[in-house]
Every structure is written in C-alpha cells, then in structure tokens.
C-alpha cells in the first residue's frame, strides 16, 4: 500500500495540471488558470495582477469590481472578446482602482440602448495599448467625475458609432472625466456614426493618429471637444469622407458648453485633406468657446477652410 499511494495521488494530480495548463485565463502571478475571464476577475479582489488571455474567440465579459488588473493578450491580436457585453454595457467593465488591456481585440457589441463597447470605464485610471474595437455600437465608453488618467495608445477602432439605433449617437470614443485623455498612434476608420472621438475632459492631448474617414457613413467630426479643452492636437492626419452627417467641422471645439477653460488649446502640425466626392468648405477648427486658441501651421488640403468662430 506504501508503494501504490503516491501513484493514486498522480493520477489525481495530472489531470489537475493539465487542466491548469490549458486553462485560456491565467494569473501570471501565481500561475492558477481559469476557464472563464470572469473567474479570474474575481480571484484578484481588492489585489494587483496581471491575466494573461491564450488565443481564442471568447463569447464571455467580465465586471472588475476592486483590484489593480492587466488583461494581457499572450499573442496580441490573438485573444477576440466577440458579441457578449455584462450589465448591458460592454465586454470588459471596469470599475476597478486600475485596469489595463493590453493587445485584445473587441468586435460585434451590441446592446439595447446602443451603447454596445468593447470598455466600459467607470473607475480606476485606464491604459489600453495595441487593442483594436471593430464592427460595435461603441468602442470604449464612460469615465468618472473624479480626476480619472486615460491613455491609448497603439489602437484601432473601425467600423464603430451609431445615431439610428437610440436617441443618442454613440461614438469611436466617448470619454467624460474631470483628469485627462490621452490618444496616441493610433487608428480610426470605417465610422458608421457619430464622432470618432468625443472627449468630455479639461485636458487632452492626441497625437501622431489617423483618422481615415473615406468609408465612414453618417459620421460626424473627427474630434468634438464638446464641452472646452485645454492641452494638445499635433501630428494628426485627417481624410474627411463624402458620406457626412455633419461634414461642416473636423475639430470642433464648445459645440455644447464651456465648462472647461479652452484659452490656448493648441491644434499645429496636423495634415487634413477631403477624400474624392467630399462636401467642400468645411472648417478644420469651428471654435464656440469664445476664447483664443493656438491654431499654428496646419497641412490643409483644397477645400478645407483653416478656421471658423461660431
């Protein structure tokens, strides 16, 4: 019996370790695998680590409740989170003390209010790199009225944005928060509504991206800076599209109030162009804010007027 005892207890054991090695969700951390991205949401609780995510597509979505958490593409662009949102919102909710996801892909979110995303962010500081959002209601939506840090950087969103399925658009990017946005090389195609980035936040700064509006559909501007802004938009390159909800502005700044000061936001350096068929006479910068911005040297394309005071 001595000698049968520690065969039993491999038997036993094996099966467990294959489990874990093939387990699609692992905490780097410890090394524990999980089946589903939510079990090991939940694991970390109120603590930091990093999930690593196999390739696949996953029809699953998580809720982070607490925690400091990085998603982890083990392949970037491997692990597709497809179709499923919680809490009607979005695939990935965070409402953590910190989240960051890093080389997954989000597509196909719909939900009832049309606000399908690939992120819901409504707590915690938020880093998403070498992402992509494809084919949604929205790409990454919400904030906090707190002084919440948002940084992407590396990212894609095509094929994002909607006005017919709610009574209010949704968007590539919609971000509210009293801290700071900031969007860096990366892409934005395709729109299917809405704006490709609207940003509710007193500093901003967006750079070295492209937005490639030619075979958007019903969009609207480029960048809406609803509410004011200060910071930064530089190295930018825009191609406005021919099939334009609302082609009369590229960047648009105070279309709906002037909670944040906007007096020296500056917009240099960026290359915008009207692709063929394109309405004509748009303004790259349609200002309401009643201040003075930092408009500098802008590569503007035939048709495209540099400046506009509303």
Known sequence: MRRILPLIALAIAAPAAAQQARAPFTIAETGQGFQTIDEAVQSVRMGTATILIAPGVYHQCTVQAGGHIT????TPGTAIFEGTACEGKAAFVLRGQGSTVDGIVFRKMRVADGNGAGIRTEMGDLVVRNAMFLDSQEGILG???????????????????QCDESPSCSHSIYLANRGSVVITNSRFERGTGGHYVKLRVPKVTIADNSFDDTQGRKTNYMIDLPEGATGLITRNTFVQGPNKENHSGLIVVSAEAKTYPSAGLRIEGNDASLAPKAPTN?????????????VGANRLGAGIRLYEVR
């Open 143 to 161: 904030g906090e009225p707190a002084a919440q840090k948002i940084s992407i950087d590396h990212s894609t969103f095509a094929g994002l944005g």
């Open 282 to 294: 748009p303004a790259f910068v349609a200002n309401m804010s009643g201040e003075q911005l930092a």
């Open 71 to 74: 998603f982890k593409a083990v």
